[in-house]
Nanobody, 116 residues
């Protein structure tokens, strides 16, 4: 059974930094692209960043480009999201995602709150 567990969320001041982690289990995830999404109160879930199976390609939403960095350690089955210079508008629950065949898997999410 696939499991994704996010961690590292919390309260951070604007301009600070925070690193989120997503530990995957149940499969060998080195063959799959993985991503981060977020959902703010009253808003729909939105794409934040994605990384190819090898880590050689990364993709970002325009709103986080230049501030956030996605990376992965396939030996640890873990994906990271380094959040630098976060802004109050980045406040949301952050979710890890992986697509395996026709199925989408999500973690339980980790809350990130950015204070001004």
């Amino acid at each position: 059974q696939v499991q994704l567990v996010e961690s590292g969320g919390g309260l951070v001041q604007a301009g600070g930094s925070l690193r989120l982690s997503c530990a995957a289990s149940g499969r060998t995830f080195s063959s799959y692209d993985m991503g981060w999404y977020r959902q703010a109160p009253g808003k729909e879930r939105e794409f934040v960043a994605a990384i190819s199976w090898s880590g050689g390609s990364t993709y970002y939403a325009d709103s986080v480009k230049g501030r956030f960095t996605i990376s992965r350690d396939n030996a640890k089955n873990t994906v990271y999201l380094q959040m630098n210079s976060p802004k109050p508008k980045d406040t949301a629950i952050y979710y890890c995602n992986v697509g395996v065949g026709v199925l989408d898997y999500w973690g339980q999410g980790t809350q990130v709150t950015v204070s001004s």
